[in-house]
């Protein structure tokens, strides 16, 4: 058993993989303990770590596998001299063979069972519940339909609103391990939050994404003996950790060795009275701390062509080092094109010549809302990918639902799934940011991004990983590994972030560059 850590390597494998897993782990087991009974002792032992001086151990186990478990964690704190009350939901209800035996067990050495849910006052604030209700067995559209569903709900509502601290068996009962996202159908996730989730057998693509963060808690991983059997699994999904190959400096270095980057954005006020060129300057601003060699600043003002208007309307980069640059002095072919950060309508009008010329890009904001209502700019787009052009869009999850044609509650629904859709059908790296940001590109395990907290939902954060991604693109990375460790070092940045307050501005100024990023 391990605390999971997210600077490691780590495979994530779905809930089909995880049933596929367990019968080849079961199927290999002769004399020795089984697969049940190894989780219920991993589940004591961390009950007992993370809480040695719990008055009662409250189990609360389901009819299937995962309360079969919790079953087997009782026997285990029992002999250990501690109190346990199991609570049974369903007692009737016909076990698998193995939980059947773990529950005689309990009943054979005595142990407190009942099958109602303990009153508000019975539960004590220093006790531990153990959440073994539903793990990974949650399935849509069949008897979680039901009445039966209903009143499962109830009980797990309850289980966490007793006030004690809550270990999750596998997974926080009512969530998909897949997808992240609770089974009910409200805008609003229950009140389920997990202090610690041990994960059996599997580390799940759904406790680090969506709703899977906030709920499950510190994660911890007990694979069963299972890793050598996981080595020949493909898995569903990678955790996204910390590059070890990141560029160095070496002192015979020049600012053309760190590449070049031009971010095209930011509307001025005077086009349609909504300035955003600050956009422009915050990606500006990161790719320049993220040791990009050269950094532009093109923005985007009523008549990009006019050199008169230019030098009227086009505010001055914020920072000394960046340069200016007028669009039709823009050198497309050359180094990391950053479009769309603040580009509102006016980025429609370059946005045909930069999808065709810029052998290195990244689309953000505006130039994916602009994509998504013209099917040539999509065409353009996915034509690169042909031409040998490196392209990864970073879209918010709304503004993947426009790209798909669908709504962001579908987007969010199975985050994995939207994002890889989209790379398969635009031929590009997709980053879909947001709780677990989910870095996919066709023929590329996606990975899932545990870094960063709720600090990073704040305007002008998306433009700073925007133009973090152009500088490692800039630096020689290609456009998988660069949208990883970008994506990585732009959570990381805000998790050590001790600033009593924190702007995007801030963000940019605590990206590091090539030399620092490993450390």
């Not at 955790?239 to 070496?250: H, T």
Request: aromatic residues 4%; glycine residues 8%.
């Amino acid at each position: 058993m391990k605390k999971l850590n997210w600077q490691e390597p780590l495979a994530l494998f779905d809930v089909a993989q995880t049933r596929q897993l367990e019968h080849l782990a079961s199927a290999r087991i002769q004399n020795g303990p089984t697969l049940m009974s190894q989780a219920g002792l991993s589940v004591a032992k961390l009950a007992m770590a993370i809480k040695p001086f719990a008055p009662r151990h409250w189990i609360f186990c389901g009819p299937g596998n995962n309360g079969g478990d919790g079953l087997e964690a009782a026997t285990h704190l029992h002999q250990w001299g501690q109190e346990v009350r199991i609570v049974l939901w369903q007692p009737l209800s016909k076990r698998p063979s193995d939980a059947a035996n773990a529950l005689n067990k309990a009943k054979a050495m005595g142990l407190s069972i009942q099958e109602t849910l303990p009153s508000q006052s019975e539960v004590g604030p220093q006790d531990l519940c153990i959440d073994a209700m539903l793990g990974i067995g949650l399935r849509a559209g069949t008897a979680e339909a039901s009445d039966a569903a209903q009143d499962m709900q109830t009980w797990i509502h309850s289980l966490y609103q007793f006030g004690a601290d809550v270990l999750a068996v596998d997974i926080p009962s009512g969530l998909n391990a897949n997808t992240g996202q609770f089974q009910n159908k409200s805008s609003t996730p229950p009140n389920i939050q997990a202090q610690h989730t041990l994960q059996l057998l599997t580390a799940k693509p759904g406790c680090i994404t969506a709703h899977g963060r906030d709920a499950c808690g510190t994660l911890w991983l007990d694979t069963l003996n299972s890793d050598d059997l996981q080595q020949n699994l493909k898995s569903s999904a990678q955790l996204n950790s910390r590059l070890q190959n990141v560029l160095k400096r070496q002192h015979a270095s020049h600012k053309g060795s760190f590449g070049d980057v031009t971010v095209i954005g930011g509307e001025a006020v005077q086009v349609r009275g909504m300035g955003m060129t600050g956009a422009v300057d915050l990606a500006a601003s990161a790719a320049l701390h993220a040791g990009a060699g050269r950094v532009m600043a093109c923005y985007l003002e009523a008549d990009h062509n006019t050199a008169a208007n230019f030098s009227a309307v086009a505010p001055a980069p914020r920072l000394a080092e960046i340069m200016q640059r007028q669009f039709s002095a823009v050198q497309l072919q050359n180094g990391v094109i950053v479009c769309g950060c603040g580009g509102g309508m006016a980025v429609v009008k370059v946005l045909p010549q930069v999808l065709q010329q810029s052998v290195s890009l990244v689309l953000d904001a505006d130039a994916l809302n602009a994509i998504s209502r013209d099917p040539w700019l999509r065409d353009l787009l996915r034509q690169r990918a042909t031409y040998n052009m490196r392209t990864v869009i970073t879209p918010h999850p709304l503004e993947a639902a426009r790209l798909l044609g669908s709504d962001s509650a579908t987007v969010q629904h199975d985050r994995l799934c939207a994002a890889q859709t989209l790379a398969k059908d635009l031929n590009c790296t997709v980053v879909l940011k947001g709780s677990g940001t989910v870095i996919a590109k066709s023929g590329e395990v996606p990975a899932v991004n545990f870094t960063g907290n709720a600090r990073l939902a704040t305007g002008g954060t998306g433009d700073v990983l925007a133009g973090l991604l152009a500088a490692r693109m800039a630096q020689g990375m290609r456009e998988f590994e660069a949208a990883c460790a970008a994506v990585f070092e732009h959570g990381l940045a805000a998790d050590e972030c001790n600033l009593p307050s924190f702007t995007a501005g801030k963000l940019a100024a605590l990206i590091r560059g090539p030399q620092m990023a490993s450390l």
